[in-house]
């Protein structure tokens, strides 16, 4: 309900909107002109060349990416916004290869043996050579969710120092008046259970994988879970668990047999806000061997200074992750081992590549600067947004808005189109009467309960207050039958997301690419051009963070360098 006054109040605003300021110039329709389906066919087809071999963060792909974008800024006549006058931000990355090989269940009704990869999947949380749980007793914690305005907390001041947390995937749903109904919150995210776990103290976490609450299968978890894994180095001041690992719905109902246990009544007793944390009397041991090695990456930034003495001080920041998963270890002679991510986004840099290139075409750049930002390390955990959201070459809260690119239209023209977070800020607006320009509605988040918002780069510059959109495709195509667009989706999920066969293919239409990246590119002339810097909506769960970044540049801080930082 929330989410639908926020959207019916934008709705309201679009006449308003018409009057203080055309919502398009001739010039930026014209410019707009510039993208077309070469454009992002070319770029895509060498990003996720074989030869990239799947950009793999701190591999000689992921360099070879980084200096192609660059070109391509540089090309364009963009200046440089990285570090000591170049393209690039590099940063370091903690690379972790985990060797686990079993999970140990034991109880006084007998012992439970999980096989790794089939029934569990293992990563070390600590950048050390080696990660251990030794007889840690597991503890059910339901969601392991601290959440003071929900006037909910899963863990209820219970000692959990040195225990192993299970914990329920995703956030309650069944009352529309918690956590967004089905809608996911960062709440249901697995980065946040891992991090609260860390909080008070816990050995170990464990997350129960169901389709349903994932929002994709176990076979998702094995590919990116395995193989070496990513984080920014470690602060000594934040804690950390010893083990992250997931299991199977069905390897868990084994380990809860041993207890007396089923999971129907346990999930059923998370749903409320008296729930208990359950110790299981089930001891969890495992004790593997980590490979450790630090590995340079970089985004790679550029900007396009804005005409206005005064607004070109701000920015509009666009922002695309260039990484994917890299190469599959250990594959037969005769198998694709590429991950190539051509989808998943080599498109997504491809339109921002082509935005920039809408951009130039101008007679002239709008008022406000254009940041471009061509993020790495997204699949690892949108660590190249992290960096780049605490080492920002202009400060919060003079960033106007994130428009951030995550892959594209694969399939022609649409009716519609998807904005992912739509309630959340004063871009909705501006969006709406855009989109009907080109004859198409917006609708909300279709797939809402998967939290699409916080699985992508502008989760990081929303954290720091930035109004950010952020968008799907459309799922109503033109000369389709209805539903047709949903079996797309689908099918490309099950069969190509995080698989060597997301790759450039002849039969990608990309007429509805084109429509949506002059969207987004016509969303961001549009704040370039006008004197009012968006906002979140009142209430939102950003808003204060935006309003403390505005606060700051009346008293401001030195800055923190970005040089150097990653030592």
Same mark, same amino acid.
């Given at each position: 309900?929330?989410?639908?006054?926020?959207?019916?109040?934008?709705?309201?605003?679009? &006449?308003?909107?018409?009057?203080?300021?055309?919502?398009?110039?001739?010039?930026?329709?014209?410019?707009?002109?510039?993208?077309?389906?070469?454009?992002?066919? @070319?770029?895509?087809?060498?990003?996720?060349?074989?030869?990239?071999?799947?950009?793999?963060?701190?591999?000689?792909?992921?360099?070879?990416?980084?200096? *192609?974008?660059?070109?391509?800024?540089?090309?364009?006549?963009?200046?440089?916004?990285?570090?000591?006058?170049?393209?690039?931000?590099? =940063?370091?990355?903690?690379?972790?290869?985990?060797?686990?090989?079993?999970?140990?269940?034991?109880?006084?009704?007998?012992?439970?043996?999980?096989?790794?990869?089939?029934?569990?999947?293992?990563?070390?949380?600590?950048?050390?050579?080696?990660?251990?749980?030794?007889?840690?007793?597991?503890?059910?914690?339901? *969601?392991?969710?601290?959440? &003071?305005?929900?006037?909910?907390?899963?863990?209820?001041?219970?000692?959990?120092?040195?225990?192993?947390?299970?914990?329920?995937?995703?956030?309650?749903?069944?009352?529309?008046?918690? =956590?967004?109904?089905?809608?996911?919150?960062?709440?249901?995210?697995?980065?946040?259970?891992?991090?609260?776990?860390?909080?008070?103290?816990?050995?170990?976490?464990?997350?129960?994988?169901?389709?349903?609450?994932?929002?994709?299968?176990?076979?998702?978890?094995?590919?990116?879970?395995?193989?070496?894994?990513?984080?920014?180095?470690?602060?000594?001041?934040?804690?950390?668990?010893?083990?992250?690992?997931?299991?199977?719905?069905?390897?868990?109902?084994?380990?809860?047999?041993?207890?007396?246990?089923?999971?129907?009544?346990?999930?059923?007793?998370?749903?409320?806000?008296?729930?208990?944390?359950?110790?299981?009397?089930?001891?969890?041991?495992?004790?593997?061997?980590?490979?450790?090695?630090?590995?340079?990456?970089?985004?790679?930034?550029?900007?396009?200074?804005?005409?206005?003495?005064?607004?070109?001080?701000?920015?509009?920041?666009?922002?695309?992750?260039?990484?994917?998963?890299?190469?599959?270890?250990?594959?037969?002679?005769?198998?694709?081992?590429?991950?190539?991510?051509?989808?998943?986004?080599?498109?997504?840099?491809?339109?921002?590549?082509?935005?920039?290139?809408?951009?130039?075409?101008?007679?002239?750049?709008?008022?406000?600067?254009?940041?471009?930002?061509?993020?790495?390390?997204?699949?690892?955990?949108?660590?190249?947004?992290?960096?780049?959201?605490?080492?920002?070459?202009?400060?919060?809260?003079?960033?106007?808005?994130?428009?951030?690119?995550?892959?594209?239209?694969?399939?022609?023209?649409?009716?519609?189109?998807?904005?992912?977070?739509?309630?959340?800020?004063?871009?909705?607006?501006?969006?709406?009467?855009?989109?009907?320009?080109?004859?198409?509605?917006?609708?909300?988040?279709?797939?809402?309960?998967?939290?699409?918002?916080?699985?992508?780069?502008?989760?990081?510059?929303?954290?720091?207050?930035?109004?950010?959109? *952020?968008?799907?495709?459309?799922?109503?195509?033109?000369?389709?039958?209805?539903?047709?667009?949903?079996?797309?989706?689908?099918?490309?999920? @099950?069969?190509?997301?995080?698989?060597?066969?997301?790759?450039?293919?002849?039969?990608?239409?990309?007429?509805?690419?084109?429509?949506?990246?002059?969207? =987004?590119?016509?969303?961001?002339?549009?704040?370039?051009?006008?004197?009012?810097?968006?906002?979140?909506?009142?209430?939102?769960?950003?808003?204060? @963070?935006?309003?403390?970044?505005?606060?700051?540049?009346?008293? &401001?801080?030195?800055?923190?360098?970005?040089?150097?930082?990653?030592?």
């Amino acid at each position: 309900m929330k989410h639908l006054v926020s959207l019916l109040v934008a709705l309201c605003a679009v &006449p308003a909107l018409a009057q203080r300021a055309p919502l398009v110039t001739p010039v930026e329709k014209s410019a707009a002109g510039a993208i077309v389906p070469e454009v992002l066919r @070319a770029h895509v087809r060498f990003l996720a060349s074989d030869l990239l071999e799947g950009r793999g963060p701190g591999t000689r792909g992921d360099a070879l990416a980084q200096a *192609y974008i660059a070109s391509q800024f540089e090309a364009l006549g963009l200046k440089p916004a990285g570090t000591d006058g170049s393209f690039l931000q590099p =940063f370091d990355l903690v690379g972790i290869t985990s060797q686990p090989k079993g999970m140990t269940f034991r109880a006084p009704l007998g012992t439970e043996e999980l096989k790794f990869h089939e029934d569990f999947i293992a990563v070390s949380g600590v950048q050390a050579p080696e990660a251990k749980l030794d007889a840690s007793e597991l503890v059910f914690v339901g *969601y392991g969710i601290q959440a &003071p305005e929900y006037e909910w907390d899963d863990f209820k001041g219970m000692d959990l120092r040195g225990k192993t947390l299970l914990i329920l995937n995703s956030d309650p749903e069944d009352d529309p008046r918690l =956590f967004g109904g089905r809608t996911r919150l960062w709440y249901g995210r697995w980065d946040y259970k891992y991090e609260q776990a860390a909080k008070v103290g816990a050995a170990g976490a464990i997350i129960i994988h169901t389709t349903p609450s994932a929002g994709y299968p176990w076979q998702v978890v094995q590919t990116s879970w395995t193989g070496e894994q990513f984080e920014l180095p470690a602060s000594e001041e934040v804690p950390r668990v010893q083990v992250k690992a997931w299991t199977t719905e069905a390897a868990t109902r084994r380990v809860l047999e041993l207890a007396g246990r089923d999971l129907e009544s346990l999930r059923a007793s998370a749903q409320k806000r008296d729930f208990q944390p359950v110790p299981l009397g089930v001891k969890v041991s495992t004790r593997f061997a980590s490979e450790v090695r630090r590995r340079p990456t970089a985004n790679v930034l550029a900007l396009l200074p804005g005409s206005d003495a005064r607004l070109s001080q701000e920015v509009v920041l666009y922002s695309a992750h260039h990484d994917h998963l890299g190469k599959k270890e250990g594959g037969r002679p005769d198998e694709d081992t590429i991950y190539n991510g051509a989808l998943d986004n080599a498109a997504g840099v491809a339109a921002m590549l082509a935005t920039a290139k809408a951009f130039r075409a101008m007679p002239q750049p709008p008022r406000r600067s254009i940041l471009f930002a061509a993020v790495a390390a997204e699949e690892q955990g949108l660590l190249g947004s992290q960096y780049l959201a605490e080492h920002p070459p202009v400060p919060a809260g003079r960033v106007a808005a994130n428009i951030n690119i995550d892959g594209a239209n694969i399939h022609g023209r649409t009716k519609d189109l998807t904005v992912i977070g739509l309630g959340k800020s004063s871009l909705d607006a501006i969006i709406v009467a855009l989109a009907k320009t080109q004859g198409r509605v917006v609708k909300a988040d279709q797939l809402s309960d998967r939290g699409f918002f916080y699985r992508s780069d502008q989760f990081n510059f929303a954290k720091q207050g930035i109004p950010a959109a *952020y968008f799907g495709s459309g799922m109503d195509f033109v000369g389709r039958p209805e539903g047709w667009g949903k079996q797309q989706r689908e099918a490309w999920e @099950a069969k190509h997301y995080h698989q060597p066969s997301d790759e450039l293919r002849p039969e990608w239409e990309l007429s509805g690419a084109v429509e949506d990246v002059r969207l =987004f590119f016509l969303l961001g002339a549009h704040v370039a051009r006008t004197p009012e810097l968006p906002r979140w909506n009142k209430g939102d769960e950003f808003e204060a @963070a935006r309003l403390e970044s505005l606060r700051a540049l009346k008293s &401001p801080r030195p800055p923190r360098s970005s040089e150097g930082a990653s030592k």
